[in-house]
């Protein structure tokens, strides 16, 4: 059974920082595209960051330029992270993890809906003061 597992959301300081992990069992991770979507309250859900097998990434546009976002993973230990800087209250979400098998590249990460992702993390809960 696939599990896919969140921690590191909590609440912070508007410009505080927080990183997020998403630890992953039942599947060969390091075959699998990975990313990160959140939720806000009466919100879509929307993707925030991608990275493939290789290690390439991607951003949404809505969050390249307000804060410093890094997604990353170590597949020795079948984790995936996002570490996110410069937080404002905007960013108040639940964050969610994501896999999926694709061929090489980025672009369906965008394009795809988000019930159509193969796995799902249960969500963790990031909240931004001001």
């Known amino acids: 059974r696939v599990q896919m597992l969140e921690s590191g959301g909590g609440l912070v300081q508007a410009g505080g920082s927080l990183r997020l992990s998403c630890i992953v069992s039942g599947l060969d991770f390091e075959d699998y595209a990975a990313g990160w979507f959140r939720q806000a309250p009466g919100k879509k859900r929307e993707g925030v960051a991608a990275?493939?097998?290789?290690?390439?990434?991607?951003?949404a546009d809505s969050v390249k330029d307000r804060f410093t976002i890094l997604i990353s993973r170590d597949d020795a230990n079948n984790t995936l992270y996002l570490q996110m800087n410069s937080l404002k209250p905007e960013d108040t979400a639940t964050y969610y993890c994501?896999?999926?098998?694709?061929?090489?590249?980025?672009?369906?990460?965008?394009?795809?809906?988000?019930?159509?992702?193969?796995?799902w993390g249960q969500g963790t809960q990031v909240t931004v003061s001001s």
């Open positions: 994501v896999a999926d098998l694709r061929c090489p590249g980025l672009s369906w990460f965008w394009t795809t809906p988000s019930t159509a992702f193969s796995y």
């Open positions: 990275i493939d097998v290789d290690g390439s990434t991607a951003y």
